[in-house]
């Protein structure tokens, strides 16, 4: 089986998981879409994936800014309102009893195609709205073990031609790093920017320790992480000193840790990059400390919206 931040605990009742498309639910070995799709076609839409926790889908209005932020960038009119999807989103939970530790995806394209083309005058349809709720817990033994970065030559691209922001469908380059990553021994790549600084990783993003100071990167190349954000928050919020700035892999192999960050797995420790060693302890100090503020901010999160706040 293969080691990274998505692997998750078996869980049987995902066989019977009931999809939605499009207004319907339909069973999980019986969920199609039209090979006209624009997401099929060209890669042509955006996605989200949230978590639903003690029956909170949690920080789901930074998800939602974020959906809708993509879909303004690729001039996609998604066709609902925030409200109107929310309410999609909970059809879904509730027509398959679900209530915590649960993944929700989220994938909106342009809608169907009449021909094969990236032409979005040639759609015919409105947006296809597909969203995949599972029963996914993150294996405890990532969370312990740790994950091993290779260095990729795939870079992170430059705003004016694929942000590096946007979450679409569009995900090749991202598949390459892996790739290369994997056949060189490694869990997952970490990725650099045009500049040569280090950026993110294919999937999460990167955090290094140095000194009792946490850095990440300057933002302008790298995911737009929600919870990239809430471990920047939880810093401030601590007094724990952040830094949002370029550097180097100079840097990272000196690091006293690492660690990455994602909805599904949270922060997970990096134990190796390159093969080099980053720390022995995993997870180490800070990240263990960040990961309980993190884990706080969630049950905030869920006693605001159990209040009603």
């Given at each position: 089986?293969?080691?990274?931040?998505?692997?998750?605990?078996?869980?049987?009742?995902?066989?019977?998981?009931?999809?939605?498309?499009?207004?319907?639910?339909?069973?999980?070995?019986e969920?199609?879409?039209?090979?006209?799709?624009?997401?099929?076609?060209?890669?042509?839409?955006v996605w989200?994936?949230?978590?639903?926790?003690?029956?909170v889908?949690?920080?789901?209005d930074?998800h939602?800014?974020?959906?809708?932020?993509?879909?303004?960038?690729?001039?996609?009119?998604i066709?609902?309102?925030?409200?109107?999807?929310?309410?999609?989103?909970?059809?879904?939970?509730?027509?398959?009893?679900m209530?915590?530790?649960?993944?929700?995806?989220?994938?909106?394209?342009?809608?169907?195609?009449?021909?094969?083309?990236?032409?979005?005058?040639?759609?015919?349809?409105?947006?296809?709205?597909?969203?995949?709720?599972?029963?996914?817990?993150?294996?405890?033994?990532?969370?312990?073990?740790?994950i091993?970065?290779?260095?990729?030559?795939?870079r992170?691209?430059s705003?004016?031609?694929?942000?590096?922001?946007?979450?679409?469908?569009?995900?090749?380059?991202?598949?390459?790093?892996l790739?290369?990553?994997?056949?060189?021994?490694?869990?997952?790549?970490l990725?650099l920017?045009?500049?040569?600084?280090?950026?993110?990783?294919?999937?999460?993003?990167?955090f290094?320790?140095?000194?009792?100071?946490?850095?990440?990167s300057?933002?302008?190349?790298?995911?737009?992480?929600?919870?990239r954000?809430?471990?920047?928050?939880?810093?401030?919020?601590?007094?724990?000193?952040?830094?949002?700035?370029?550097?180097?892999?100079?840097?990272?192999?000196?690091?006293?840790?690492?660690?990455?960050?994602?909805?599904?797995?949270?922060?997970?420790?990096?134990?190796?990059?390159?093969?080099?060693?980053?720390?022995?302890?995993?997870?180490?100090?800070?990240?263990?400390?960040?990961?309980?503020?993190?884990k706080?901010?969630?049950?905030?999160?869920?006693?605001?919206?159990?209040?009603?706040?």
């Open positions: 089986m293969s080691h990274g931040t998505h692997n998750a605990v078996h869980d049987p009742r995902n066989d019977n998981i009931r999809i939605y498309i499009n207004g319907e639910l339909f069973p999980r070995d969920a199609r879409i039209s090979v006209f799709d624009s997401g099929y076609l060209v890669g042509d839409g989200e994936a949230l978590r639903l926790h003690d029956g889908l949690v920080f789901l930074d939602l800014d974020r959906l809708w932020q993509g879909a303004a960038a690729i001039g996609m009119d066709g609902m309102t925030r409200e109107e999807l929310t309410q999609k989103i909970w059809q879904t939970l509730d027509a398959n009893e209530h915590d530790h649960v993944h929700v995806r989220i994938m909106l394209t342009r809608g169907i195609k009449k021909t094969p083309s990236q032409d979005p005058r040639l759609t015919v349809s409105g947006p296809n709205l597909v969203i995949i709720p599972e029963y996914k817990k993150a294996s405890p033994e990532t969370a312990s073990k740790g091993r970065l290779f260095t990729s030559t795939i992170r691209g705003p004016d031609y694929l942000d590096p922001r946007l979450n679409c469908h569009s995900k090749l380059h991202e598949v390459q790093a790739i290369q990553a994997q056949e060189a021994g490694a869990d997952e790549a990725m920017d045009i500049h040569g600084f280090v950026s993110t990783c294919n999937a999460t993003n990167f290094m320790v140095k000194h009792g100071e946490v850095w990440t300057t933002g302008q190349y790298c995911m737009n992480g929600i919870t954000g809430k471990v920047i928050e939880v810093c401030h919020e601590n007094g724990i000193p952040c830094l949002e700035r370029n550097f180097s892999l100079f840097d990272v192999y000196g690091a006293d840790e690492a660690f990455v960050t994602g909805s599904f797995g949270g922060l997970t420790p990096v134990t190796h990059v390159d093969g080099r060693t980053i720390s022995d302890t995993v997870p180490g100090e800070m990240t263990r400390r960040l990961r309980k503020l993190y706080e901010s969630i049950a905030r999160e869920i006693q605001k919206s159990n209040a009603g706040g």
